[in-house]
């Protein structure tokens, strides 16, 4: 289900209906392919545009579904549940009614206390939790939920397909400025392989030489349009893994999944640029920046200055790393 909606989504379709009544079995032999079906509520992803119409089946219905302003994160909610009641024999929001059922979706959280979820690996639990985050932009996409553990448990991601939201974060880091770029580099720099699985997997996938990074022509494999991948004139056509994933990092998904990992990572990038450690960026400590330019500091430094004292805080700082995912 998650590799159907994945390749859906990189094709710019969002299917809408996800529901166990619309995957059939190609055949009855015992390794039949799964294979989705009833397209009819289907629709063309438009970058920054979400559809306004409520569709779907109720119990698996997304919350941002509900509140008119969806996109193809919807479908991996619904997928959510789809786990979470072959799981325990359950549907993780229910009432007798049809608008109890959207009140439970929007307000109530899934239960993991009753059993058997005790008795369930925290891995699966970790795995539909992730799914049935009411936030889409912390949500799990299709791509990277085949990455997660869970799913990975005796297998490889070698099938894995290509997220389609790499590739609108590569588009949006390209707009980004000097500074804010570097700010997701540091951000980068804090955080774990094993937590960056779903990333090393999508570049590993482009990587299609194996030689460590991703040039242009590997690119042009996967994207129409290269001219907003993330390279600088000055700078070698060739993306290093640090890069990619300042490039690609969820934000949103780091606050939400263990805002105390948030906090203390989001300190320990800012510390990177704050050098004399009383707490705030200067103008003077900009200047550190790579491919900083004489004269640039004030645009760079005003962009994060909210209260325009003429410094960064660490608040301002953490603002503008989570502005970095709200539009890719």
């Known amino acids: 289900m998650l590799k159907v909606a994945a390749e859906c989504h990189l094709r710019g379709l969002v299917h809408r209906d996800m529901k166990p009544e619309n995957f059939l079995f190609k055949s009855t032999i015992e390794k039949s392919p799964l294979k989705a079906t009833d397209f009819g509520l289907s629709d063309f992803i438009v970058p920054e545009r979400k559809f306004h119409d409520v569709v779907g089946s109720a119990y698996y219905v ?132 094993e937590e960056l699985s779903n990333l090393y997997d999508q570049f590993d996938a482009i990587d299609v030489d194996k030689n460590g990074s991703i040039s242009l022509e590997e690119m042009r494999h996967v994207s129409r349009s290269c001219k907003d991948v993330p390279w600088r004139k000055k700078e070698p056509r060739v993306l290093e893994i640090l890069q990619f994933v300042a490039a690609t990092l969820q934000v949103h998904q780091l606050v939400e999944h263990d805002s105390e990992k948030w906090l203390l990572r989001s300190q320990s990038a800012f510390e990177k640029f704050d050098l004399d450690g009383d707490g705030f960026i200067t103008p003077e400590e900009l200047r550190t920046v790579p491919h900083w330019i004489a004269g640039v500091h004030r645009p760079l430094l005003e962009e994060a200055d909210i209260d325009k004292d003429g410094k960064i805080s660490l608040s301002e700082f953490r603002r503008l790393l989570r502005t970095a995912s709200m539009n890719s």
């Open 62 to 193: 997304a919350p941002e579904v509900l509140k008119q302003r969806s996109g193809p994160e919807s479908d991996v909610w619904s997928i959510g549940v789809i786990t979470y009641i072959l799981l325990c024999g359950r549907r993780p929001f229910w009432d007798k009614t049809e608008e109890g059922i959207f009140k439970e979706v929007l307000r109530k959280k899934p239960d993991f206390r009753r059993k058997p979820w005790p008795s369930i690996s925290s891995s699966a639990k970790d795995f539909v939790g992730k799914l049935l985050v009411k936030d889409p932009r912390a949500r799990l996409t299709a791509a990277q939920a085949l990455s997660h553990p869970w799913v990975r448990e005796g297998g490889d991601a070698s099938e894995i397909p290509l997220d389609i939201s790499v590739l609108n974060s590569m588009r949006q880091f390209v707009k980004y400025s000097c500074f804010k770029q570097f700010a997701l580099r540091a951000l980068a720099s804090t955080i774990d392989q």
